[in-house]
């Protein structure tokens, strides 16, 4: 399978909001002012996507990582994070918050738990 990763490339929302569906996402029309949004594509088909949050120099914070149902388990996931950290690696800090099965791919990324620290936040939704 030949998957191409884009950082600059016209996405009809469309396949983001389908991308989103396949995954059962709700939140395709927050991506817009995203710092970074890598997307992995299979010929002409959306099929997967990462996106960063940061202040540019200190701090990037991954919020999103999803891949189509139909092409889970073909690395493409590993890949995008590999194009993040090739653009965070020399940061301070860089952050995620993972859940249920995304926990242990996020270790195998190199990423750990912080310290005693527990995710809170004030969420707008029931789902991602």
Known sequence: MNITLSECKNI?????IN???ANEWSSAD???NSHSLITAWYNERL???GNAISDGHLVEYSPHLLVHPDYQGKGIGKMIMY???EKYSSFHMQMLTADGD???FYKKMGFLRAGQT???WIDKGNEH
């Open 12 to 16: 009809e929302p469309k396949e983001i």
């Open 19 to 21: 991308l989103y569906r």
């Open 30 to 32: 927050k991506l817009c």
């Open 47 to 49: 099929v997967g996507l």
């Open 83 to 85: 194009k993040m950290q």
């Open 102 to 104: 995304a926990t242990e």
């Open 118 to 120: 527990e995710p809170m």
